[in-house]
T-cell receptor
């Protein structure tokens, strides 16, 4: 069964600085990978996804992520963060060859933007 | 567009009481999921359904039951609520897995005293 590890529970970063949120997954088959964002007191919304093809995927709000199969990673990056990026970010995985499969989330990384 | 609607949004229960959370989606999605969110634990999958009439266990199914009698509705039941079930519950749906996008409801905050 698949699993997701988000290595950092909280990441503080200064406004306009770059940020990387780390995600590693475990699966014995090919996967779909996702990053979701949750703003305070809201539900989750999709930031970006990797299904196949190019390993560098771009999402909304200037975020991008790179799929690295050999390192089983899918780290999220943004070159310059804004105060409005304050939120919790969740990495998720699904096993792509299994039609009956589920989507499993990591424990989340809370991004704190410092003025 | 309603999207995914959860009812109720808030509920306080006493230990041992039962209740049902309703999730309704109007997007004709095949897949529906129930997650719980707890501080420091992320979202954990309780049960899910890959189509009308089907259900499957997720990561933390104990103490919960589900039903998907109609394609648009996914019910989550607590037969005998326990304080450990105090949580925020999210329902989500998607058309097929390879579109990648889960559509989430706004959440239901449940407190068990």
């Amino acid at each position: 069964a698949q699993s997701v590890t988000q290595l950092d529970s909280q990441v503080p970063v200064f406004e306009e600085a770059p940020v990387e949120l780390r995600c590693n997954y475990s699966s014995s088959v090919s996967v779909y990978l996702f990053w979701y964002v949750q703003y305070p007191n809201q539900g989750l919304q999709l930031l970006l996804k990797y299904l196949s093809g190019s390993t560098l995927v771009k999402g909304i709000n200037g975020f991008e992520a790179e799929f690295n199969k050999s390192q089983t990673s899918f780290h999220l990056r943004k070159p310059s963060v804004h105060i409005s990026d304050t939120a919790e970010y969740f990495c998720a995985v699904s096993e792509s060859r299994n039609r009956d499969d589920k989507i499993i989330f990591g424990k989340g990384t809370r991004l704190h933007i410092l003025p | 567009n309603a999207g995914v609607t959860q009812t109720p949004k808030f509920r306080v229960l006493k230990t041992g009481q039962s209740m049902t959370l309703l999730c309704a989606q109007d997007m004709n999605h095949e897949y529906m999921y129930w997650y719980r969110q707890d501080p420091g634990m992320g979202l954990r999958l309780i049960h899910y359904s890959v189509g009308e009439g089907t259900t499957a266990k997720g990561e933390v199914p104990d103490g919960y039951n589900v039903s998907r009698l109609k394609k648009q509705n996914f019910l989550l039941g607590l037969e005998s609520a326990a304080p450990s079930q105090t949580s925020v519950y999210f329902c989500a749906s998607t058309r097929v897995l390879d579109t990648g996008e889960l559509f989430f409801g706004e959440g239901s905050r449940l407190t068990v005293l």
